[in-house]
C-alpha cells in the first residue's frame, strides 16, 4: 500500500481500511455504504478510506499495523479474518473500529466479536417508518440530530442489552412501529475497548438510508469520533 499523503498542515492522513464482505445476508445497501465512506475519504484532508475488495482476507496484521481505523460495512456471516487476535489488539492498542447495521450478524462464531462491537444480532422486525429519539444530543457524533426522527428501516434487536458495556446515543421507540419488540431498543452506540474507539449503527439495511441527511450525519460523525477527529 502507497504511504498516506500528507495533509495541507504536514500531518499524516489517518488510513481506514473498509470491508464489505457478506457470507451470509447479503444487503442490497452493500455498494451505497461502500460508496458513503469512500466520498468521505475523499472529501476529507484527514482521513482517506481504502476498500479491500478481496474482503476480510485482507485484513492482515501488516495492514492493521499501517491502518488507523477498520470499517465494517454491512458484513455477514463467518469472514475469513486472517488473525483476529491482531484486530482485538488494533483497537485495544488505540484503533477505531465502526460496524454497520448486520456487522453485528458477523463472526458469530466468534465471542471476541461481540465484545469489540458491543452487541450481537437476535433478530428484526418487519421494516417499518419507525421513530428514532436521540439519547445523548450533547456527544459529538449527535450534535445538530433533532431530538427524535422518522426513519424507514429494519430494526435490530440484540441477543442481549448492549447497554452495561456502552453509551447509548439513539434508539427506537418500539410504539412507533407494529411489531413485538422489546421494550428498549438501543440502535446506535460508542464504546471505549482499551485505548480504542468503538462506533457501531445498526442503520444502513436500505440503499436509501445511506443518502438520508440525518443518518449521513450520524454514520460521518461516528467515523470521525472513532478516528479522534473533529467534526
Known amino acids: 500500500m502507497a504511504a498516506a499523503p500528507a495533509t495541507a498542515a504536514g500531518a499524516r492522513q489517518k488510513r481506514v481500511l473498509l470491508v464489505s464482505e457478506a457470507r451470509g445476508f447479503v444487503h442490497s445497501s452493500i455498494p451505497d455504504a461502500v460508496a458513503f465512506f469512500r466520498a468521505l475519504g475523499r472529501r476529507s484532508p484527514r482521513f482517506d478510506v481504502a476498500h479491500l475488495d478481496g474482503g476480510a482476507a485482507q485484513l492482515t496484521r501488516a495492514r492493521l499495523r499501517r491502518a488507523d481505523g477498520v470499517v465494517f460495512a454491512?458484513?455477514?456471516?463467518?469472514?475469513?479474518?486472517?488473525?483476529?487476535g491482531a484486530l482485538v489488539r488494533f483497537v485495544r492498542s488505540g484503533g477505531a473500529l465502526v460496524g454497520t447495521h448486520s456487522a453485528s450478524?458477523?463472526?458469530?462464531?466468534?465471542?471476541?466479536w461481540r465484545r469489540l462491537l458491543g452487541a450481537r444480532f437476535r433478530r428484526h422486525g418487519t421494516p417499518a417508518g419507525g421513530r428514532l429519539v436521540v439519547e445523548d444530543r450533547r456527544?459529538?457524533?449527535t450534535r445538530g440530530l433533532p431530538a427524535s426522527f422518522r426513519l424507514l428501516e429494519e430494526f435490530?434487536?440484540?441477543?442481549?442489552?448492549?447497554?452495561?458495556?456502552?453509551?447509548?446515543?439513539?434508539?427506537?421507540?418500539?410504539?412507533s412501529?407494529?411489531?413485538?419488540l422489546r421494550p428498549d431498543v438501543p440502535l446506535a452506540w460508542t464504546r471505549r475497548f482499551?485505548?480504542?474507539?468503538?462506533f457501531y449503527d445498526a442503520l444502513g439495511h436500505f440503499p436509501e438510508t445511506w443518502s438520508d441527511p440525518r443518518h449521513s450525519?450520524?454514520?460521518?460523525?461516528g467515523l470521525r469520533w472513532a478516528l479522534r477527529l473533529g467534526p
Open 177 to 180: 412501529v407494529d411489531d413485538e
Open 156 to 175: 435490530y434487536e440484540f441477543t442481549s442489552s448492549p447497554r452495561p458495556r456502552v453509551h447509548v446515543l439513539l434508539r427506537l421507540d418500539p410504539a
Open 217 to 221: 450525519r450520524l454514520a460521518s460523525r
Open 139 to 141: 456527544h459529538p457524533v
Open 74 to 84: 454491512n458484513t455477514s456471516g463467518e469472514l475469513p479474518l486472517p488473525d483476529r
Open 105 to 112: 450478524d458477523t463472526l458469530h462464531s466468534w465471542p471476541g
Open 194 to 198: 482499551g485505548r480504542g474507539r468503538v
